[in-house]
């Protein structure tokens, strides 16, 4: 059997008190009693040298170095009158009093742990993880050429800033892209960075929210230490109008710690060289919701727009997302394509897995257009 002493020792510290008490109590056994008016007697007669006062009795010393004990009456005006007779007086804590003293060790002992455990939780420098491979390339990504095009300088400035630098060329500091939920924003700032073969750091809104105040900005300074630390890097923050909406200062608890957030943002964008080898990337859907002093020039330089796949993409996106579902003849990707109009990417393979279900529930292997039909139905069109 493994001896575990943290089992042990609870009961060790038991043992030990119930043994001190026993052992006090026969100690205190053999002394002599003497009626507690002959004890203040003596007390007035300067008799009396020292006196230990307990829950129920008084052991006391006379001037001989003598031990005696009487009844202890618990008058308030006891250790007073001790005092003025010039008696070394000691109070000794009873039973009651050191239980209640250990508890009260105890619950503040837990409480400070708990409270150190949840502050790490909250600022832990593994907050935030530095993907240094994402496994992402544009080839992974259908659509998107216009904006692929406009990210190679960015990718090659990453890679060679001081090539750049000595022609007066400074990379962004930061890039918004905004579209709707679903067009693959994360996924094109995951091929960036494999593009770029530079260190990858994902983040999104509510990583930055806390029930403490502080907390948020505290986090911000954090990502972009690690940031820093880990250059050639790439910063993304999804869900960005979640904390960069506009600052409000009607001095709610909620608006306060969104202002400094922001106010935090602003320092860190401002705080690092355009060529540090920092971007900033966040994903927003509506650029408007954002506060001013972040969208200005010099923060976020840039704006692009994640569009809803067009028709051909939206052919490549029913060819890579029906692999494997077996379609049925009818179910064409120029069909499918039509059908799909003004749906995201994520919508799109969310219908096609639906209709394949669909099919699979009826027991049949291939999924037909009706089945498509009843996907959109039952997805909405949203």
């Known amino acids: 059997m493994k001896f575990k002493p943290k089992i042990f020792l609870p009961i060790f510290l038991i043992l030990a008190l119930v043994g001190y008490f026993f052992y006090s109590d026969f ?23 020292s006196a230990e006062i307990s829950e129920t009795e008084i052991i006391f010393t006379d001037s001989l170095g003598k031990n005696f004990k009487t009844k202890n009456p618990d008058s308030p005006l006891l250790k007073e009158f001790l005092l003025k007779n010039d008696v070394d007086v000691k109070t000794q804590k009873n039973f009651s ?39 992402v390339k544009f080839s992974d ?20 800033p ?3 630098s ?13 579209g709707a939920p679903g067009n693959g924003k994360t996924l094109f700032a995951r091929a960036l960075a494999g593009e770029a073969s530079v260190n990858f750091i994902p983040a999104k809104a509510t990583d930055f929210e806390s029930m403490f105040m502080a907390i948020g900005p505290m986090k911000v300074k954090m990502l972009f230490r690690k940031a820093r630390s880990c250059a050639p890097c790439i910063v993304f923050i999804d869900e960005f109008d979640g904390i960069g909406t506009r600052r409000n200062y009607s001095g709610s608890a909620i608006e306060t710690e969104n202002t400094r957030i922001v106010t935090a943002l602003l320092n860190e964008l401002d705080g690092f060289e355009a060529n540090a080898g920092v971007l900033v990337i966040a994903a927003t859907n509506s650029v408007r919701a954002l506060d001013e002093a972040l969208i200005r020039p010099g923060r976020f330089d840039a704006i692009f727009s994640v569009p809803f796949p067009d028709e051909a993409a939206r052919e490549n996106l029913v060819k ?4 494997g579902k077996n379609p049925s003849a009818e179910c064409t990707a ?3 394509a039509a059908m799909f109009s003004g749906f995201s990417c994520a919508k799109i393979e969310s219908v096609l897995n639906k209709a394949a279900l669909l099919a699979a529930q009826n027991s049949r292997e291939q999924f037909s257009l009706d089945d498509v039909r009843a996907a959109i139905s039952a997805l909405g069109r949203g």
């Not at 250990?102 to 790490?120: K, P």
């Not at 095009?149 to 990453?158: A, E, K, N, Y």
């Not at 890579?320 to 692999?323: D, G, H, I, N, R």
């Open 334 to 336: 120029q069909k499918l």
């Open 320 to 323: 890579k997302y029906s692999a």
């Open 97 to 135: 009093q050191i239980i209640s003293l250990a508890l009260d060790i105890i619950f503040y002992a837990i409480f400070f742990i708990a409270a150190i455990l949840v502050f790490r939780k909250f600022i832990s420098p593994n907050s935030f993880k530095v993907v240094r491979r994402t496994g």
């Open 141 to 160: 990504i259908i659509g998107m050429d216009s904006l692929k095009r406009d990210m190679v300088q960015i990718m090659q400035i990453m890679k060679s």
């Open 162 to 164: 001081e090539k750049f």
């Open 27 to 49: 100690e205190s056994a053999k002394i002599q009693e003497i009626p507690y008016s002959e004890f203040l007697k003596n007390v007035e007669e300067k008799k009396i040298r």
């Open 166 to 178: 000595k022609r007066g060329i400074r990379m962004p500091k930061g890039i918004l892209l905004e």
